[in-house]
């Protein structure tokens, strides 16, 4: 026992003598680490800092290709006083040669100032490099003398090149325009900053200008440059995260060039378009007709500044008409077989308010309703319902709220409310997309439910963020995935697009080999509280193989004017049958076709191309003959001016001549004759 307890009371004694000696250990660290930083922090007076800001994170394609990326702008400075006068002239000369700026307006602005001058702003990273080893070639050549400084120190002041900005550079000019969006600049003191002002660009600007700035602090030499020794304190700059799309470069280019086509051809203000991935999102293209350079922007572009996709409100039209019909289908108050009478295509349900058809049935089942797009048809199916069932049945396709695609701004549309819809008159009018408002990709998710099994996707531009370090982070949509109908009401509905496109109002659409469904709509525009004779036309539908590939793709065309092409049939399902066939041809998309179909196909692909080639060629010959026109109107404004020149140089002759001759006869006049200059001597 006297041994245990002995051993008892010697164990704290150990363990406190551990302790002290871990605990001297420590301290004598931390000791060393504080005046270590103290003597960093206390560096001589003669120091100076050269910063290294962190750049914006780049936007990237799908295919690897650079959207958007920022780089540095440096500005070239000077001590006039310290420049050697004797060799003054050969720095202005080699200056001017290595920077591109003439020698007179160098000469003009080392004239003007004295002291430190800016000598040239907004230098990009090549001409900084270049004027870098001019200032080193520049001391060789003792181009600069040394001076006191305040301190009393000779100090040799020479060119200096430091950063003073960013600029945000968009390499493939207006591709993906006004996805991408733009950005302005942000002056942060001394230096210029970019923040993000529309589209990808004000989406993620958390991500894209996460930022950290580096630096170098440190003791200069004679000249001027910081000497890096353990003295030295430096912090690595970290730059903003990129973001990596899932929009392919080609594929994008391509349906671009589509669109400025149809355009010309429709003669529509705009037309915009989109292609996802049904089950995914996963957006593969989001185009528009209406396109700018958003480094260069002018006062023309401010109407395409704007993404229409998520900007854009106007009355849907019949487009709605699927979407009310699958309320009715869900709530089991009729089946795509049950007959409806359809009074003829006119249907009086007030005495200031008549429904009307474009096409004249006694009655039609509730498939043929959407197929030949019956108002009359819709409205009685949309009767069976009540006004809370209608309102939170579309509700639930994402209508009257966000859709979350991942742009800088969504409006949220407009639907009526429970109250309203308790009308008939509200009722019918929302069912066939009149009275309400929503926006291309709200319309565009909702169609997705149908080629989905009910569930309707949130398209995404972004596939992930990534770090300098190589770290990926996938961004969370705001708006999640809706399940709007149950998969055997969707496959209903899908069934009856299809039809609409092989019996119905798309037939422009058919691609054999593929499956493909749509609706048309063509609704009027609102202006002044009056319906106008313009258009908004759109097709909302798919295209699957038999692969496996199924996507949504989504048409509009902006106001159309009456008298050329407006219906969706002339302008929208064009436009949607022309996607699919670049589907087709960059492989997303693998039709089944027979021998036969094949060769049809590629005969027809032969002839477009062909067409393309002619209209290419056209295109060339016509630029070319304006080229030659306008350098025959400047031979013609040449030679007119030489005539003109030679005439009033020969004018000035003439004059002078006569003047001449004026000169003389007065002369002549005044001059003494022979006899009146001798003087009379005898």
Not at 378 to 403: C, M, N, P, V, Y
Not at 532 to 554: P, V
């Amino acid at each position: 026992m006297k041994n245990g307890k002995k051993e008892f009371r010697q164990k704290p004694y150990r363990t406190l003598i551990l302790f002290s000696v871990l605990t001297l250990a420590v301290g004598a660290f931390l000791i060393s680490v504080f005046k270590t930083s103290l003597k960093h922090r206390n560096l001589p007076p003669n120091t100076a800092t050269v910063h290294d800001r962190g750049l914006r994170g780049s936007i990237i394609s799908k295919d690897g290709y650079t959207l958007s990326r920022s780089g540095k702008t440096y500005q070239a400075t000077i001590f006039t006083q310290s420049l050697n006068p004797d060799k003054k002239d050969l720095f202005i000369k080699l200056f001017s040669i290595y920077s591109g700026i003439s020698t007179g307006k160098i000469a003009k602005i080392i004239k003007k100032h004295k002291g430190y001058t800016v000598l040239a702003k907004k230098l990009d990273n090549a001409s900084a490099v270049r004027l870098k080893s001019l200032a080193y070639r520049l001391r060789r050549l003792n181009v600069f003398v040394s001076m006191k400084n305040k301190r009393g120190m000779r100090v040799l002041y020479g060119l200096d090149i430091s950063e003073n900005g960013e600029k945000r550079f968009f390499p493939l000019k207006d591709t993906l325009s006004p996805v991408l969006g733009y950005v302005r600049n942000r002056d942060d003191g001394r230096y210029t900053k970019v923040l993000g002002v529309k589209g990808l660009e004000r989406r993620y600007e958390k991500y894209l200008g996460r930022v950290k700035n580096g630096f170098i602090k440190g003791m200069r030499d004679v000249g001027g440059t910081i000497i890096r020794n353990k003295n030295c304190i430096t912090q690595r700059r970290q730059d903003g995260m990129d973001v990596h799309l899932n929009i392919p470069l080609k594929f994008q280019r391509r349906v671009e060039m589509i669109l400025s086509d149809m355009k010309n051809l429709t003669q529509a203000q705009e037309i915009i378009a989109g292609v996802m991935e049904s089950h995914t999102g996963k957006i593969l293209a989001l185009a528009s007709s209406e396109r700018y350079r958003p480094d260069h922007i002018t006062q023309k572009d401010v109407y395409a500044l704007n993404p229409k996709f998520s900007e854009f409100l106007y009355e849907p039209g019949s487009v709605m008409k699927p979407i009310t019909l699958s309320v009715a289908l869900k709530h089991h108050v009729v089946t795509p077989d049950t007959w409806f009478d359809t009074s003829g295509g006119r249907l009086k349900i007030s005495e200031k308010y008549t429904i009307k058809d474009d096409e004249i049935y006694d009655s039609q089942t509730a498939t043929d309703i959407i197929v030949h797009s019956s108002n009359v048809g819709i409205s009685k199916i949309a009767w069976r319902l009540t006004g809370k069932e209608f309102h939170d049945g579309i509700q639930k396709f994402g209508l009257g709220k966000a859709s979350g695609i991942d742009l800088s701004r969504e409006l949220p549309g407009k639907i009526k409310n429970t109250h309203l819809l308790e009308n008939k008159l509200h009722r019918a009018n929302q069912s066939y997309g009149y009275g309400m408002l929503a926006t291309f990709a709200q319309l565009w998710k909702a169609y997705s439910a149908f080629n989905n099994n009910g569930i309707a996707v949130t398209p995404r531009i972004v596939e992930y963020l990534q770090a300098k370090d190589g770290k990926k982070y996938m961004p969370k949509p705001k708006t999640p995935n809706l399940h709007s109908v149950d998969s055997r009401t969707a496959n209903q509905i899908k069934k009856i697009l299809k039809k609409v496109v092989s019996d119905g109002t798309g037939k422009a659409a058919i691609f054999p080999g593929l499956e493909i469904g749509g609706k048309t709509g063509t609704a009027h525009i609102v202006e002044h509280r009056h319906y106008i004779n313009k258009y908004n036309s759109s097709f909302y539908g798919f295209a699957n193989d038999n692969k496996g590939n199924k996507y949504s793709i989504g048409v509009l065309a902006i106001r159309l004017d009456k008298h050329h092409m407006h219906f969706a049939s002339q302008s929208a399902v064009p436009t949607f049958k022309k996607i699919v066939s670049a589907l087709v041809e960059m492989g997303y998309l693998k039709p089944d076709l027979t021998k036969l179909q094949e060769q049809k196909l590629q005969a027809e692909e032969k002839r477009r191309r062909e067409l393309a080639k002619r209209k290419q060629q056209q295109r060339t010959k016509e630029i070319k003959a304006k080229l030659r026109r306008e350098r025959e109107e400047i031979r013609q404004k040449q030679k007119l001016k030489r005539i003109m020149m030679k005439s009033k140089q020969r004018k000035k002759v003439l004059r002078k001549a006569k003047r001449a001759k004026e000169t003389d006869k007065i002369r002549q006049k005044r001059r003494p004759t022979p006899h009146e200059a001798i003087p009379d001597l005898f």
